[in-house]
């Protein structure tokens, strides 16, 4: 498995930017599709975004963050990225990077389909 490390959580106002970053360690992280969910208090675990691997030429958004976040990669410092612009109070939730093994498929969009994890990020958006 590789070894995930999330940071760039925070407390920022709506209409703020916050940019998450997720350092892999261990397996080739280029081999990895990877993925941002998000948790609230008392709310299942939702997907956020997700990308390919190898290169990041398919990514993937929820429709509540679409147009705000955006995901990318950069395989040589082993890290992917979730830009949120014009955030919400509805965005705080503790962010989580998942990653998936050489999936057959572009793009994975549920909490089992991935087989690593990191610890996640705070995020809290004041109105």
């Known amino acids: 498995q590789v070894q995930l490390v999330e940071s760039g959580g925070g407390l920022v106002q709506a209409g703020g930017s916050l940019r998450l970053s997720c350092a892999a360690s261990?397996?080739?992280?280029?081999?990895?599709?990877m993925g941002w969910f998000r948790q609230a208090p008392g709310k299942e675990r939702e997907f956020v975004a997700a990308?390919?691997?190898?290169?990041?030429?398919?990514?993937y958004y929820a429709d509540s963050v679409k147009g705000r976040f955006t995901i990318s990669r950069d395989n040589a410092k082993n890290t992917v990225y979730l830009q949120m612009n014009k955030l919400k109070p509805e965005d705080t939730a503790v962010y989580y990077c998942?990653?998936?093994?050489?999936?057959?498929?572009?793009?994975?969009?549920?909490?089992?389909?991935?087989?690593?994890w990191g610890q996640g990020t705070q995020v809290t958006v004041s109105s």
């Open positions: 998942a990653g998936k093994w050489r999936g057959r498929d572009n793009v994975y969009y549920t909490p089992p389909d991935y087989d690593s």
């Open positions: 261990g397996r080739t992280f280029s081999n990895y599709g």
């Open positions: 990308i390919s691997w190898p290169a990041g030429s398919h990514t």
